[in-house]
């Protein structure tokens, strides 16, 4: 067993914050033994202690839905309105990944940023295309961060480039499948019609099923905005709400599920998505930059949805799982300023939905209890720490105003993840 | 004369940025003599060239709106609420400040942060203390950096060692104006009544005969939030609004005047804002934190009313204007998502407001036009430009992505400043 000193902070529950100050968390096989304020605790076992010495250790952090594809476009043209702005970005350059050399190059360079801001584990949309898809998920194994990748399911509503027919399609998937579905393996598929506007019946069909055939999760957009919402209506009359429509094609918590965004979730929907155990994918940055909306975050805490955050490159414009957190609290002091009846997400809540609930996804990830997978941060705030604030005051300092200079370690089930090669 | 050479941009006006390739800025005197893309242009009284390679050159931030003396509270404990916030952390911080050495150890601090994020102009609220009040404006004037810096005046509704008598409140005042109201001068003082329901009448006469006597500009805050605004209408019933209370007072406006928030200013207000010339301190991330509300920035800008950014340490929890540009124009996305009437914040129109329109306050600042003080930022993008991004996308990309490592040279009033010390 080998020994982390360091002030441990993580959140068992979402209403507060466990502290140990310089306490030790025990990790063997990639897992989380247990804690203690005393190295003696954990026996005759112990191979190896690493002081971090007045560092922070915190939950490593968990991005639940990015398009790794628009990694180039990150921060730019922001004031397109959204039809335009996909059509004259999003689109053509997701077409590009057909070259697997600059597919190559720019995933190389997401999964570098995505470690260099503590970001562990993943839900990504990668492309319609199988190679870079493939290529995707093995700059992930290299570099030893965890992932589902999903190689993108569409066949109308965008450009012919990105149109592949059900069977290709399914294809394509098969052959990620065979490779990649391994029950323990850090990276994963997961099924990913892009959304109900950009498939057939008969492509969410087949998604659905394949789904079901190898257990297998699934990724998609709900209820982003209204007139996608009302959309989603014309093209699926007999559904009785956005949800209801991926619900009847098998995808919406028959195996485990994350819907994007959901900034119109309520009724109906809301109370499927709670039945069915599907997770929100929060992007609070996206629906800023994209106008969308706020999503109703303390709706879905109430009634039972799981919540993580994700950073939405590039409709959001941040990589940063923290900074998620940051505005995740403002939009619902926003949102809540207009019916008091529901109080705004708390410091540990943010954070217990970015790290454990989300991690809820990948399995026992995102706390520190016994038996959870030790992915974590050792945050060196020496800096921010210039006058004895208190441990939680130092967490919300390096929260609310610090970045990726104070992760000084990451670690990923159990193994220190070192700084992943850009290939250029 | 001196040329500094690199990708000029700028905001002439707010629709548009102007965007000089490689070309060469004329600086003289600490103003910009004119631009060119060839050295020649400027004839003969060259006596250097200083070459920025690829680098961005674009003027410098300004801050508008920040609590110098709530540095230390920077990003802690943002689940209070307003009163409990200011009763446990805000104004038992600000009584601190009566020890000059515990001002002198946060103030350096203040000003080297401000620093770091390329904020060369700065209007502050320091303390009701007279010395460390100095000490500030001292700090600013050794660092070489631009601010108005208000001595606070209060005398009700805080806590008893934050009350000031207005004779002695006013004394202060005045060996503060006699030893720094220079009308050249980098740093000057700026008649400060910290808010209506915090000044009794007599107090708020003293401050806006104060400033009409020495013509010294005026800061407050108004309507910042609605419980505010109904106490404001409470104290002062005779006013026909909160910017009219000041008004009756003299501090609307009869001197050049900034007004922090304006959440809830339409109507008569914003009518009298128009008239007196008053500007807006647009504050986003602390109306976002403390649960005021969105600003109508899009209504000021349509009556004429100029707006800067404030990043109003420490309800605001980021010191980067960059960021204040960012979240201004989420803020008026989510804003006028609800009124298509009107549209949202544009990019250029974020750094207009945040470089020549807040500059005003200063005199000729915040634009490179000819006569304007050369306050600039060189900006070092290199790794974020990794794919052959256009001038603007790549100034895009620096605001919504980067941070202050991006800024690799800082100007005010043509001198280079260097990193200011921090006294600990």
Redesign the interface.
């Known amino acids: 067993m080998k020994l982390y000193k360091a002030n441990i902070i993580f959140t068992r529950e979402k209403e507060q914050f466990e502290v140990v100050e310089h306490g030790y968390v025990g990790v063997e096989n990639g897992r989380v033994v247990g804690l203690a304020s005393n190295a003696d605790a954990f026996g005759e076992d112990v191979e190896d202690v690493v002081d971090y010495g007045d560092c922070l250790l915190i939950p490593a952090m968990n991005d639940m839905h990015v398009h790794a594809p628009q990694y ?1 476009n ?6 397109l309105e959204l039809l335009p702005w996909l059509k004259q970005y999003t689109f053509p350059e997701e077409a590009k990944y057909k070259d697997t050399h600059y597919a190559e190059r ?1 995933y190389s ?1 997401f999964v570098h940023d995505l470690w260099r801001f503590g970001t562990m584990r993943t839900v990504a949309f990668a492309t319609i295309h199988l190679e870079s898809t493939r290529l995707l998920m093995e700059l992930f194994r290299e570099a030893g961060m965890g992932a589902m990748v999903g190689k993108v399911d569409m066949d109308r509503n965008a450009i012919d480039a990105l149109h592949v027919r059900v069977d290709e399609a399914m294809a394509r998937n098969e052959a990620i499948i065979a490779e990649w579905n391994d029950p323990d393996g850090l990276v994963k598929p997961i099924i990913t019609p892009r959304f109900i506007p950009s498939c057939t019946p008969a492509m969410l069909r087949a998604c659905g099923e394949l789904a079901q055939r190898y257990q297998l999760p699934v990724q998609s957009h709900l209820s982003e905005n209204a007139s996608e919402v009302a959309w989603v209506r014309e093209l699926e009359p007999e559904s009785r709400n956005y949800g209801d429509a991926y619900d009847r094609y098998g995808l919406f918590g028959q195996t485990p599920t994350i819907m994007a965004h959901c900034v119109f979730t309520a009724g109906d929907e809301l109370e499927l998505m709670t039945r069915r155990n599907v997770m929100v994918a929060h992007c609070p ?1 996206s629906n ?4 969308s ?2 999503a109703p975050i303390r709706s879905f805490l109430n009634s039972g949805v799981k919540v993580g955050l994700g950073s939405d490159i590039s409709g959001g ?3 940063s799982i923290m900074r998620m957190m ?1 505005y995740a ?3 619902s ?2 949102y809540y ?1 207009h019916d008091k009846s529901k109080h ?1 997400l ?2 540990s809540e943010a954070f217990w939905i970015a790290t454990k609930s989300a991690g809820s996804f990948f399995g026992k990830v995102g706390s520190f209890e016994p038996g959870y997978e030790f992915d974590a941060l050792v945050i060196d705030d020496s800096d921010l720490n ?2 004895n ?1 208190s441990l939680i ?1 130092r967490l ?2 390096f ?3 610090g ?1 990726d200079r104070h992760i000084a370690v990451r670690f990923c089930r159990g193994c220190e993840i070192p700084e992943p090669r850009i290939r ?1």
Chains 1, 2 share one sequence.
């Open positions: 180039r990150q921060a730019i043209s922001m004031d720019m360079r940055t800023l930059n994209l106008g909306g706020i414009n941040d990589l940051v609290i403002q939009m002091k926003l300023n705004f708390t410091l210039h006058d604030y005051h919300e300092r929260i609310y105003m970045d250029d």
